[in-house]
């Protein structure tokens, strides 16, 4: 009688312990999903996981798996503020999305997909159910804190092979104890005391082992699973990883976690663990099947970020002006209401050109903004195939800046130097087609040089394959270079307390200054404005200023 309670009074506990566990479970799934709801539907909320600083090995995963592939250079990718627009943009809930959507940013990832990433976010747009049942699959993949974790995958290839035989022998030592306790109870109990504490003294050392390259593990067959669901789910693309799902047998054997949990099943599970070694030789017999399937779950990791990237970029066009963007083999730009995606409340403009642009127009007027969405949005034609604008067509083109030039303390060099060598590698790849933005052209150097110089620099470039973008203070690069560059120039309103700018583009060239007058708004004594307004009549009724 006894006995019978204490077995009712155990599965019951048990029972609870499992209950219990369902619940904790079901609650913190339900809180989960009502977090990637909001993630993806409420611009505004912010994404508290980001990658690793520095540049992510997935980018030269892509670099050498497509050797012909451009990827814009560190000047470009500073100039256009890649680092804040990725920032601004990602959405993701797992690394390889992230990995994904920042190489996106620097290169054509030339991923197979017959969708532009642009149809793909269109669709999620539209079917936002869909989009969260993908996110909440997708969130199951581990993440590990600033670790590059495709780097944790490449590692994988260098584990090493180890045998079954200590772990078995260990088994075989305790299954022989059990059936000595049947025969010989006092002997039988002593036996098996003794394999307990061999085996969880014998544990940890291959626990050891493991822990290299536990997280490459983890991470590999939870990306299978994800493959696995979301094939389930209808992403045919999926499909093809089908025959990996069999390295996801007893996985729930393995723990992956660093430390110890406070789940009493859990707790339980980690004892059987270390009595049996039942993780070790299951983790032994996966990374040995894992390095076979190397490339393919290489490839895995790049498809699951194409999808992860395709839901980022949904939710962070789903609150902006986007259109389909077509990408040609001419050298033109054809846009109409551009704007820049970073301006919380921006001033869209045409541009329509076959030709170089020179671009005038006062301080503050929006020349530098204007560029940088001129680049930022070819950039997001060729590689996202959208646009933030109503319709927009461009070249192919490799994109080349020179904006935000700094001196170089360090290398010991001058601003001009620096600002000169950025600018000759857009000379050195004009040949090819390309686009060329240049802002504030040698501004480093003396007035008549510069001029000289600068429009012999920009004449040049037109003649060249690439098209041309360059913003001037220089009014005299305008008489130089009307024959072969169109100019377009910004404007302000001038009242008598204020300066206002409308961010309006207008062809031709500008012909106000303001310089001066921003000065006097912002407190310079008069003494300083009336000098300077002095030299500057001068200078006009005169042509020199002396």
């Known amino acids: 009688m006894g006995g019978t309670v204490f077995y009712i009074c155990l599965i019951l506990l048990v029972l609870l312990l499992v209950i219990s566990s369902l619940i904790r479970t079901n609650d913190k799934k339900k809180a989960r999903k009502q977090y990637l709801r909001d993630l993806f539907c409420d611009p505004q909320k912010n994404n508290p996981l980001s990658r690793p600083a520095g540049e992510p090995s997935f980018l030269g995963y892509l670099a050498k798996k497509h050797p012909g592939r451009f990827v814009i250079d560190r000047i470009t990718a500073e100039d256009l503020q890649i680092g804040d ?47 969260i049942s993908c996110l909440e699959i997708l969130d199951r993949i581990p993440r590990y804190a600033d670790t590059d974790e495709f780097m944790i995958l490449e590692g994988l290839a260098g584990a090493k092979d180890s045998g079954l035989a200590a772990d078995l022998l260990v088994i075989v030592l305790l299954i022989l104890s059990l059936v000595l306790v049947s025969f010989y109870p006092a002997a039988g109990f002593a036996a098996l005391l003794v394999m307990i504490a061999v085996g969880i003294a014998s544990y940890f050392s291959g626990r050891r082992v493991m822990l290299e390259h536990l ?7 939870r990306l299978i699973e994800a493959a696995r669901d979301l094939a389930s789910y209808g992403r045919c693309e999926f499909s093809r990883y ?33 009595i049996t070694h039942a993780d070790i030789m299951i983790y032994k017999r996966k990374i040995a099947k894992i390095k076979k399937e190397r490339d393919e779950i290489l490839s895995l990791y790049r498809d699951i970020g194409h999808l992860d990237m395709c839901l980022s970029v949904a939710s962070y066009i789903s609150s902006k002006q986007c259109c389909g963007a077509y ?25 329509s050109t076959y030709d170089p642009v020179l671009l005038t127009g006062s301080n503050a007027s929006g020349k530098s903004t204007f560029l940088k969405a001129v680049g930022l949005n070819v950039l997001f034609a060729q590689n996202f195939g959208l646009a933030f604008a109503e319709s927009f067509t461009a ?47 040698l ?71 303001n310089a001066i007058r921003l000065l006097d708004m ?24 002396t």
């Open 85 to 131: 627009l990725f920032r601004a943009m990602n959405r993701c809930v797992s690394f390889p999305g992230m990995d994904m959507l920042y190489s996106t940013l620097f290169t054509d990832t030339g991923n197979e997909s017959e969708k532009s990433v642009y149809e793909e976010a269109k669709h999620f747009i539209s079917d936002k159910e869909s989009a």
């Open 215 to 221: 997280k490459g593990v983890s991470l590999s067959l």
């Open 242 to 274: 089908e025959r990996l799902t069999s390295l996801c047998r007893f996985n729930g054997l393995i723990s992956y976690r660093d430390g110890t949990s406070s789940d009493p099943l859990s707790i339980i599970l980690d004892y059987v663990r270390m």
């Open 327 to 351: 990408v040609n083999d001419r050298r033109c730009i054809e846009a109409k209401q551009l704007y820049h995606p970073l301006i919380a409340d921006p001033v869209c403009n045409d541009i």
């Open 395 to 441: 070249g192919a083109f490799h994109v080349y800046t020179s904006m935000a030039v700094r001196d170089d303390l360090k290398g010991g060099n001058s601003y001009y130097v620096v600002e000169a060598r950025s600018i000759k590698r857009i000379v050195d790849a004009s040949d090819s087609l390309s686009l060329c933005i240049i802002d504030e052209v």
């Open 443 to 513: 501004r480093g150097t003396n007035t008549v040089e510069r001029i000289a110089a600068s429009s012999a620099l920009l004449r040049f470039l037109s003649g060249k394959n690439c098209l041309c973008f360059a913003a001037t203070h220089d009014r005299e690069l305008c008489t130089l270079l009307n024959d072969c560059m169109v100019m377009y120039h910004f404007t302000e309103e001038i009242n008598e307390d204020n300066v206002t700018f409308p961010f309006l583009l207008k062809e031709g060239v500008s012909d106000r200054t």
């Open 522 to 545: 912002l407190g310079f004594d008069q003494s300083i404005i009336k000098t300077a307004d002095g030299l500057v009549a001068r200078y006009k009724e005169t042509g020199n200023w």
